[in-house]
């Protein structure tokens, strides 16, 4: 029986239909086309890369974009000789990219104008277009040198979800590098235990039997107290949200599901989720309005200077714990609820049903196995609080005058802004160059809480399995 | 246990009751419409409240351009990471992308702040200051001056350095709307023959469109409420630019015309009005707040009856 010669050859065509252009047998031509593309689109999304932060690479975009646009062009002629079918979507890149080069060769090397306030070099404009072509084209290549299948086309879109975080990454390396390399130079042993003292005073000293006023002064640089006050600060505000934050989230899946529960998750939301500059403002407010009054011993806090006069200060850790503490308790409150609702029911039950007292049941089946949810919680909640300056910017002062719950509140983030600021050039001259040391020692305990929240996570998501 | 967890609503509400009691005197001594007022343009110059102007269409202006450019460049990276650690692993790199997000979210936001001026250094000052042009003024920019450029204060500066500061906020939360999403349906597609590329477009994230939704407006919110950056990267208190697309000039949002107002940090420089007035710009914040969190929930509502379809 004799088979119709046209349809053989649609079936012999059909065959080329799946596989890729690559992997075709003899087809070198197409494997050398696929293999310039992946090289070049790869080359292309390297210079863009480099592009958005160095203009010496300004030639080399266009003939890039002149060599892909040919590829993509040679691409369409190949693959409508072979596969018979016309892939109008490699002969618009491929406009596109002579369009785009041909734009980069038209404009000058500076743009400015429109009252905008800069000079835009062209290799800015270049990067962009470069990676908004060569993305595509690469993942393109890689899915016809992998052989067209599924799996190959979920490997040739790992690109795309690569590209932005090697980015990033990147950025953040570049940013650590820096505060590690400027911050660990200064660091010593001496620096981290002593106090800041800065004292001009003046005392009467006999001269040849006269006396006179002799001018004596302390400047004494040191980060003891802005540690011992992030410290401080850390554990005064565990000390007022984690009764607080426990309570919420137990309240709200355990003891009541109506309206007030709702009211009371909104209100926590909230609190989570308004600007801190507004508990920054509460906070200066609460110190403000109780100034003159015997609160302020509380809230404004008070210091002792160095000839013993009792002075008030600017607002007291105490003041600055309470203030904190508004933005761990939804924190707290968060993981609390987290952990209650992913205890089994078996057991609640079975207390229960044995004859158990709900009280009873609670503080002994319940909270246990939340247990490590609200230490996860509690961990964020403090490196919340050891990187917060929002609440403490408006009532902070320098901390000289000794770390105690109602003294001036002081924190190595404020440290950092104060010297930042430049408002006190006395404070500068001394602590200027601690700055960066300072920040490494503040990424030091935020990072560590975190990594130890993380642990604990990960542990608790064996232990559920 | 009821007196315990009523405390933090006893707290928002006495918050909220401060501000409304603290701004009345800005509302009655200043006005809201008008020259100078409230709600104009017109605001006078750092720190110098002397002047009487408190303008704050500037800070609503430029908290909207702070988050549209913190936004545009947090959520692809934050999307790319929550679909990199949970459906496009690489072995073990995807389960590290979780711990290094983990890690990455303990830094402080005044880090950044202190830092902006590396990232000026890389990518402001070569791209838009005219890297390599001699300081003679080009021709046709008549308003240039030496100092005027965006060397490490702007508003796309600020806006990189808050999007920075929102990515490890935002991925975990991306990333659990990707997990939330029934395994029967990534099944029935990758049963179906699609691939998981294909799966990820049509199936997954339309339906994790929600929570989406709802981790990206905890962005915007984060973003918006952001006072340290904004107030050391982009500056306390700026006029409109003239072109009103130019993120090169600095714009000061909202919470750091606020700070710059109440000058809290100078217990001498005590301006009673001017504090008013910052206490209104707090009021202003939270109502945004609330604008945007119940705009997030009229979308949470259409999508969810539209996937249940």
Redesign the interface.
């Known amino acids: 029986m004799k088979i119709n010669p046209s349809l053989e050859s649609n079936v012999g065509n059909a065959s080329k239909y799946v596989t890729s252009i690559a992997k075709m047998r003899g087809s070198i031509i197409g494997k050398i086309l696929v293999l310039a593309t992946v090289v070049i689109a790869g080359l292309g999304i390297i210079l863009g890369c480099l592009s958005?932060?160095?203009?010496s690479l300004d030639s080399y975009p266009i003939p890039l974009l002149v060599l892909l646009g040919i590829l993509m062009a040679c691409l369409f002629v190949y693959t409508q000789h072979i596969k018979r079918e016309k892939q109008w979507g490699l002969i618009i890149f491929a406009g596109l990219s002579f369009i785009s080069a041909y734009i980069l060769r038209l404009l000058p090397t500076?743009l400015?104008?429109?009252?905008?306030?800069?000079?835009?070099?062209r290799?800015?404009i270049s990067a962009l277009l470069l990676l908004a072509l060569t993305v595509p084209s690469f993942c393109y290549g890689l899915y016809h040198m992998l052989g067209a299948t599924?799996?190959a086309?979920?490997l040739s879109?790992?690109p795309?979800?690569?590209?932005?975080?090697v980015?990033?990454?990147i950025?953040?390396g570049?940013?650590?590098y820096?505060?590690f390399n400027l911050g660990v130079g200064n660091l010593s042993w001496h620096i981290l235990i002593t106090p800041f003292e800065f004292q001009d005073w003046s005392t009467i000293v006999w001269q040849n039997n006269w006396p006179t006023w002799v001018p004596q002064s302390i400047h004494q640089p040191g980060l003891s107290n802005y540690i011992m006050g992030t410290l401080l600060l850390i554990g005064m505000t565990s000390v007022i949200s984690i009764?607080?934050g426990v309570?919420?989230g137990?309240?709200?899946t355990e003891?009541s599901k109506g309206k007030?529960a709702k009211?009371?998750k909104f209100?926590?939301?909230?609190?989570k989720?308004?600007?801190?500059?507004?508990?920054?403002?509460?906070a200066?407010?609460l110190v403000?309005d109780t100034y003159g009054t015997f609160l302020a011993n509380i809230f404004a806090g008070f210091y002792y200077d160095i000839q013993g006069n009792r002075h008030i200060a600017?607002g007291s850790f105490f003041t600055a714990a309470l203030i904190i503490s508004?933005l761990v308790?939804?924190i707290i409150?968060r993981a609390t609820e987290e952990g209650i609702l992913s205890s089994p029911s078996d057991l609640k039950e079975g207390s229960l049903s044995l004859g158990a007292s709900n009280q009873y049941t609670l503080s002994h089946i319940l909270i246990p196995w939340a247990l490590p949810n609200i230490v996860t919680g509690w961990l964020l909640g403090c490196?919340e609080t050891?990187?917060?300056?929002?609440t403490i910017?408006?009532?902070?002062g320098t901390g000289q005058y000794g770390t105690g719950p109602f003294n001036s509140v002081t924190s190595l983030?404020y440290f950092?802004?104060f010297v930042?600021?430049d408002?006190d050039m006395n404070f500068k001259s001394v602590e200027g160059i601690y700055?960066?040391s300072a920040?490494v020692i503040?990424?030091i305990i935020?990072?560590a809480?975190?990594?130890a929240?993380?642990i604990i996570?990960?542990r608790l998501q064996k232990r559920y399995r | 246990m009821l007196i315990l967890a009523i405390l933090p609503l006893i707290f928002l509400a006495l918050i909220v009751v401060n501000l409304a009691i603290n701004s009345r005197e800005a509302i009655v001594n200043v006005g809201l419409f008008g020259y100078g007022k409230l709600l104009s343009p017109n605001i006078s110059g750092v720190f110098s409240t002397n002047l009487g102007l408190y303008g704050l269409l500037p800070g609503i202006w430029g908290t909207f351009l702070v988050i549209v450019v913190s936004m545009a460049i947090a959520v692809p990276i934050s999307m790319a990471m929550a679909i990199f650690a949970s459906e496009f692993t690489l072995g073990f790199l995807g389960k590290g992308m979780r711990t290094t997000l983990g890690i990455l979210g303990g830094i402080p936001s005044i880090i950044y702040a202190l830092m902006a001026g590396v990232f000026a250094q890389l990518f402001i000052v070569p791209k838009f200051t005219g890297a390599g042009l001699s300081p003679i003024p080009p021709p046709g920019m008549w308003w240039w001056k030496p100092g005027s450029l965006p060397f490490n204060t702007s508003t796309l500066l600020g806006g990189i350095m808050i999007s920075m500061l929102i990515i490890p906020f935002m991925a975990p939360l991306f990333e659990d709307a990707i997990r939330n999403v029934p395994n029967s349906l990534k099944e029935a597609s990758l049963g179906l023959g699609a691939s998981r590329w294909h799966t990820l477009k049509t199936t997954t994230l339309p339906y994790a469109l929600r929570e989406i939704i709802s981790a990206c407006s905890l962005g915007v919110l984060t973003a918006m409420g952001d006072v340290v950056i904004a107030g050391i990267v982009i500056g306390f208190e700026s006029p409109l630019p003239t072109p009103l697309y130019d993120v090169l000039k600095s714009t000061a949002p909202l919470t750091s015309t606020g700070a710059g107002f109440s000058g809290g940090f100078d217990q001498g420089a005590f301006n009673a009005t001017a504090n008013s007035a910052a206490n209104f710009t707090g009021l202003l914040l939270l109502v945004m707040a609330f604008a945007i969190m119940g705009v997030t929930y009229i979308l949470q509502r259409r999508f969810k009856r539209r996937v249940a379809r």
């Open positions: 958005l932060s160095l203009n500076y400015y104008g429109f009252q905008i306030n800069g000079i835009i070099h290799s800015f599924p799996k086309h979920d879109r790992y795309i979800i690569m590209l932005p975080i980015l990033i990454l950025a953040y570049i940013l650590l820096r505060v009764p607080l309570a919420v137990i309240y709200v003891r007030l009211t009371i209100s926590c939301t909230t609190l989720s308004i600007s801190v500059f507004v508990l920054g403002l509460t200066m407010t403000r600017s508004l308790i939804p409150a490196a050891a990187g917060s300056l929002a910017w408006f009532i902070s983030s950092i802004y930042h600021s408002i700055q960066y920040a503040l990424i935020a990072v809480l975190s990594i929240a993380v996570k990960g």
